[in-house]
């Protein structure tokens, strides 16, 4: 049996109606959580209860305390779950798996759709299974929910009612949960490396969702003030930005001119991020905006956050972005 260090962050899975009738964080959820059936079973369990939230409330701060928590305890443990809200579970395992460098045991995030004091609870299941795939031959941080195994940076949240709540538009998932856990895809296995930790993120970015009609006045506001460290915009396609009426070309080329990176991402989910095949792209590019290439949307940012809490220098911070550190993008 291996021995698992669960880490506990709040979530559905703990959650309790309260007096409105509204899920909520209740008060015992560590006791809810140790005494899921099988858990015991399963693995040699210790718990640490990080914090106590619905994960819309998640603080790059919380990211910091994971990865802290995990360093320490890397060498005592053969695998590491966090329990966490679905809600954001994407953002944190994208953001662990940039601040834990050289990983090489499984960090499992799961979490439920359903409460586990509801009698229809997944999370159960979902609990079992994340402890189960901790003790595999795997080296990377990965979602498990419902029958799905999903590297953790190329994830998604696509429902919050199906059990498989997740899925990773791009990858292909690394592993399934019939019966037994499989890993079957492409994944990296346990190593002996060191591990390295990095886990500073900077929170004073902005995003923009285009749509057709938005004015560049209102994007050029917050270049004021020197506040703003990055600007991060779900362009179009394959990452176009308008370059004709209400052309935001010139706002990249503000911007980056007063040394404020900007990310390119993409509204497609299925993504491969070429800039270089519009005019409209091209222009984006030639005014200085970076491209996130095939990054879903939260290893994007979470990546950018990383990225600028170590350096502004803007060709580091490009160089950076558009280099892989934990199977995050594809470079063809
Ligand atoms: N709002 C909840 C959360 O993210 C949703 C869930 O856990 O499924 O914490």
Redesign the pocket.
């Known amino acids: 049996m291996g021995k698992i260090l669960v880490l506990f962050s709040?979530?559905?899975?703990s959650m309790a109606p309260n007096t409105d009738g509204v899920l909520a964080p209740s008060d015992n959820a560590e006791t809810i959580l140790k005494t899921v059936p099988g858990l015991r079973e399963a693995a040699d369990c210790d718990f640490e209860l990080v914090c106590n939230i619905?994960?819309?409330n998640m603080q790059p701060e919380i990211w910091a305390d994971l990865a802290q928590r995990i360093a320490r305890a890397y060498d005592r443990y053969d695998g590491f779950v966090i329990a966490h809200?679905?809600?954001?579970m994407a953002y944190t395992a994208s953001a662990l798996s940039f601040a834990l460098g050289n990983l090489g045991k499984p960090v499992v995030l799961t979490?439920?759709?359903k409460p586990l004091i509801s009698l229809a609870t997944d999370g159960i299941n979902n609990l079992i299974n994340a402890v189960r795939v901790a003790q595999m031959d795997l080296g990377e941080v990965c979602i498990v929910f419902g029958t799905r195994i999903l590297q953790g940076n190329r994830s998604t949240k696509e429902s919050d009612t199906k059990l498989n709540a997740f899925r990773s538009p791009i990858a292909f998932p690394i592993g399934e949960i019939e019966i037994d856990a499989y890993l079957r895809g492409q994944y990296t296995p346990r190593h002996e490396k060191k591990l390295t930790l990095q886990a500073a993120f900077e929170n004073r970015i902005v995003v923009f969702q285009l749509f057709p009609g938005m004015e560049p006045d209102l994007i050029e506001r917050v270049l004021v003030g020197n506040t703003c460290k990055g600007i991060v915009m779900l362009g179009f396609g394959p990452g176009n930005i308008p370059n004709g009426g209400r052309s935001l070309i010139g706002v990249i080329e503000q911007a980056t001119a007063v040394g404020i990176p900007v990310l390119v991402t993409t509204q497609c989910s299925l993504r491969r991020g070429d800039m270089r095949q519009y005019l409209v792209g091209f222009d984006a590019v030639t005014a200085g905006a970076i491209s996130a290439l095939d990054m879903t949307d939260e290893a994007a940012i979470t990546k950018f956050m990383w990225v600028l809490a170590q350096t502004q220098n803007p060709a580091d911070v490009k160089r950076m972005m558009q280099t892989n550190y934990a199977g995050e993008l594809t470079l063809s």
């Not at 709040?10 to 899975?13: A, C, I, S």
């Not at 809200?85 to 954001?88: F, K, S």
Request: hydrophobic content about 5%; cysteine-free; overall charge negative.
């Open positions: 709040g979530g559905t899975l619905d994960s819309s809200g679905t809600d954001t979490g439920s759709q």
